[in-house]
């Protein structure tokens, strides 16, 4: 079973930046697309960003301009880097990917605060 692990998650201030990492435990595949969501308290789950393996990404409308995904060089690493960050970022941020099947990560908590 391929996991996913998050990295990169804490305390921030406002305007500040964060990058977060996520890595599979298994590199037998390509995964066709790697992601981020976010769930923030009392409201659902939704994108942040995705990109496929051509390099093609796409944004949730409230992060774009301020956050950057990217897919590392090693196969299966996703990476989200964060600024501008503003309260209404904090969140539990999860990572995902595709192939055949949906894999979820267990989440990282970024809180944006002063």
């Known amino acids: 079973q391929v996991q996913l692990v998050e990295s990169g998650g804490g305390l921030v201030q406002p305007g500040g930046s964060r990058r977060l990492s996520c890595a599979a435990s298994a590199s037998i595949f390509s995964f066709n697309t790697m992601g981020w969501y976010r769930q923030a308290p009392g409201k659902q789950r939704e994108l942040v960003a995705v990109?496929?393996?051509?390099?093609?990404?796409k944004y949730g409308d409230s992060v774009k301009g301020r956050f950057t995904i990217s897919r590392g060089n090693a196969k299966n690493t996703v990476y989200l880097q964060m600024n501008s960050l503003k309260p209404e970022d904090t969140a539990v941020y999860y990572c995902n990917a595709v192939h055949g099947m949906e894999y979820w990560g267990k989440g990282t908590l970024v809180t944006v605060s002063s």
């Open positions: 990109a496929d393996s051509d390099g093609r990404s």
